[in-house]
């Protein structure tokens, strides 16, 4: 038995097989023949399975069974509710060899980062579990005597939450165990180019919630029609939609919800920079780089793009990269010696050519990679490109392994090349200056909503707030007091005295 058919098996999944002649969708309840979406292998572009997407029927279906939940969902006590994420929790620990090997499979992620996603899912639950009991309101003095003032957050509702494929599971994650805790339930709408690994989380929580007596707290609404998802969008029973994508998305997004004066949750592109200072640790730089271009194929929203190196280490920084990267293993994602997967598919490597196009044609050098590989597959090298910060191609972010090195003079050059982008998520200095460390992550500083000092762009953990700001779309998630965007705010004011003061000392009915 080949390996998606066993992983598939051990997670439950019933999906149909690539001719799609068995099998049923078990999300939908119309039953009806229609279009097989199909989940490709980015590391052989074979047909894993195939699956019936939601028709618009279905989401009706789902939308209001969500909504009637959360009339009785939202009266749980919240503690209560962090014991059901808690359990979700449990079972992802379960089954996170299943899960991160399915990652893997479908979206090319080597073993290693889909296990670290499933990991972060299973992070996400404690944080929830723990954020339950502490849904935090503040109590104010009043100017009014005999009164108290106060201020308590309740559930908000149904919550939308659409991810993007290079995290298939772990931005739900984020967003849904919060949301679940909070007392609003949860509809997905996943990547079309990830619905396995949205399947597989489902049934967990199918299961989960069986056992535990309730229904209709997470919801699964597969689907490649942008009709649909339009309907999500514009849908006013929803009055959170949580979006990861790209800008051009995004702005759709953000002007479709806010028409219907409802709320966003933005993670929108990242234009990613690593300064390197004149005095930085080469060797800790150096491994953070790699890291951080070349994991997920650069395929991350935190991928490294460009690197801004001290003009006195610039050709030591740069001549240890390319030797690093002439080492990378590319290949099976699940195969341990391999350190870069495939591209998502024939689109992304279509990408990675026009960008390297756009790069010889403004001047660019490359230094190390640029091809695409001949194989089955979406493979292309990761890539060392010589660059100007300006330039329209570096700019924009491209969702491929490219790295465009750039020189400066001084600490307070490289910060305004690194703030001189549309976006504002990740960004790092490594120096052993802690004068340009402060000030890297000053108000002067840095304009990103990750500002990290010795450290790479990627790999951000569970319980700081995630998100950016310009082009980024300004959202958090995952930590902090990010639990506040899935809640609304009231604010109560007693007044626990036998007279009746008005505020801003107004005497109604008196005479001046």
Known sequence: MSTWHTVLKDLGVHALNPGGSTGHS?????????????????????????????????????????HETFLQWRSVPAPRRGELVRLIGHALREKKHE???????????????????VQEMIDMADFAVGQSRMLYGATMPSERPSHRMSEQWHPLGPVGIITAFNFPVAVWAWNAFLAAVAGDTVIWKPSPKAPLCAIAIQHICNRVMEQQGYTGIFSLCVTDQDELAERMVKDARLPLISFTGSVAVGRRVASAVSHRLGRTLLELSGNNAVIVDEDADLELALRAIVFGSVGTAGQRCTTTRRLLIHEARAEELTGKLIKAYNQISIGNPLDATTLMGPLIDQAAVESFRATLAAVTHDGGEVLCGGRVLDRPGFFVEPTI?????????????????????????????????QNDVPQGLSSALFTNSLRHGEQFMSAAGSDCGIANVNIG????????????????GGGREAGSDSWKAYMRRQTNTVNWGRELPLAQ???FGSSP
Not at 35 to 54: E, K, W, Y
Not at 389 to 417: G, H, S
Not at 457 to 472: D, Q, R, V, Y
């Open 457 to 472: 762009t990627s790999g951000a953990e569970i319980g700081g707030a995630f998100g950016g700001e310009k082009e980024t």
């Open 505 to 507: 000392g107004i005497k």
């Open 99 to 117: 899960l991160g090997t399915l990652v893997s499979l479908e979206v090319g992620k080597i073993k290693a980062e889909g296990d670290g996603e």
């Open 26 to 66: 078990w999300w939908s309840s119309s039953q009806k023949a229609g279009p097989v979406l199909q989940s490709i292998n980015p590391a052989t572009g074979d047909v894993i399975a195939g699956i019936h997407p939601c028709a618009a029927d279905d989401y009706e279906r789902i939308i209001k069974e969500s």
């Open 385 to 417: 490109v010589r660059a100007q910060n300006d330039w329209p191609v570096v700019q924009r972010e491209t969702f491929a392994p490219i790295l465009y090195v750039m020189t400066f003079r001084t600490i307070e050059e490289a910060v305004q090349m």
